[in-house]
């Protein structure tokens, strides 16, 4: 009855229109108050040992890293080292477009980021080319997506604190399905280019190659230094975030020089107030997580599902569909932070290795990033292309039906995402 309740009042609250972070402040608190006899300092200690964790340092930097590299010239050249590589060949400009995002996203951490950086500067240049505008903003609004996959993610991390998973495990899951995934997304771009007869640009010699790819090493070294620290032991994840955002910040000031120290002081407010925004969502969230584990509801919900004779293979199911439902009203950070700690305890006790679980999660949380009604890459994009969300949600569908075969994919072969942290020893065999 309680766990009714709870989600009753959770619902009530965000269909006012009110805030996730305040919705899920004020059940917890009514709840609290007039349902049960939890003492408040309990809670209060709660708030604040729920959020001491070491890996919450590493959003603010990947934040700041991201809006160093987003500001800094660091897209424009990787645009310009994807489009000598594979803008001959049909669709080209498109396909620039999936593997700008695929390289901007290892080094951003973040979707919306990844989609303005490159979605900016690729979309006049598709329009001018011929390309139709719907179709580079189909392009650029999925596999903008790549942002949260791609390691290093903010909502890997934030999986991470809210099921006590290895972030640098989680890292290493998402190369390989990161790289599948932009592989399909460029094949759609390609097949639908080929179809429709659209326009490509002349082969660049390998010298012109050469030269963009000297042009975008120093943004592209940072997803050595990130993913190499990392597995090598030379730093943990958190501490790859901080060496992520002072090179960001070398490279944009004193290697490339789009950005002049006057313009510091406002990236630095910038990025302070995205992440006092994720930090008072990841508050309320543990105050959640704590009222549903008090509640023991992750433990009835999987005795109901085994006790119904629910197996591995229909489980995945109903997460699926539930979290892509979740998708239609909340953002990523939200849902990861609200479902990760009652959906974990369900899947931990069905065998379901926390690995492929959490990149299960982010690649539902991709998904959700690009359908309405508030899919976050679709309102980014919509500004950036000028164009209604009705009119980018019918632009987006053939990348989303790819995404959605993709979801399966990942979700019943564990192997796309375990074999790779496996491998480099990072989680048992």
Partial sequence: ????????????????????????????????????????????????????????????????????????????????????????????????????????????????????AIGSIILPAMVKQGFPKRFGAGVITTSGALGI?????????????????????????????????????????????????????????????????RESFWGVALIVIVMGGIYSGLFTPTE???????????????????????????????SANMSAMLLYIITNAVLFSFLMTSEQVPQAMADWLIGKGLGVVAFLLVVNVLLLLAGNVMEPSSIVLIMAPILFPVAEKLGIDPIHFGIL????????????????????????ARMGITELTIAVWPWLLTMLFFLVLVTYWPPLSLWLPRTLGMIAG
């Fill in 149 to 213: 996959l791609i390691p290093p993610s903010i909502v890997m991390v934030m999986y991470s604190v809210s099921t006590n998973s290895s972030v640098g495990a989680l890292f290493m899951a998402g190369v390989i399905p990161g790289a599948v995934l932009a592989t399909l997304l460029g094949l759609t771009t390609w097949y639908r280019a080929r179809k429709f007869g659209y326009p490509r640009i002349p082969r660049a010699s390998w010298a012109e190659r050469w030269k963009a790819f």
């Fill in 1 to 116: 009855m309680n766990t009714w309740i709870i989600f009753t009042l959770l619902l009530a609250l965000m269909l006012t229109g009110m805030p996730i972070s305040i919705s899920l402040g004020l059940t917890v608190l009514t709840f609290l108050f007039t349902m049960t006899q939890v003492p408040i300092e309990s809670v209060a200690l709660k708030l604040f040992t729920g959020i001491e964790k070491f890996e919450i340092m590493a959003i603010p930097f990947f934040i700041l890293a991201g809006n160093f590299l987003t500001h800094g010239g660091v897209a424009r050249r990787m645009i310009r080292f994807a489009t000598t590589m594979v803008g001959h060949w049909h669709g080209g400009l498109g396909l620039a477009g999936v593997l700008a995002c695929g390289l901007f996203a290892a080094v951003s951490g973040s979707s919306p980021a990844t989609v303005v």
């Fill in 361 to 384: 999660m982010t690649v539902n949380m991709e998904v959700g990033m690009c359908h309405p009604p508030v899919g976050l890459n679709l309102y980014v994009a919509s500004g950036v």
């Fill in 240 to 270: 790859a975030a901080a060496m992520s955002a002072v090179w960001a910040f070398f490279v944009a000031v004193f290697v490339y020089k789009d950005m002049g120290l006057k313009d510091v002081p406002k990236t630095l407010l910038a």
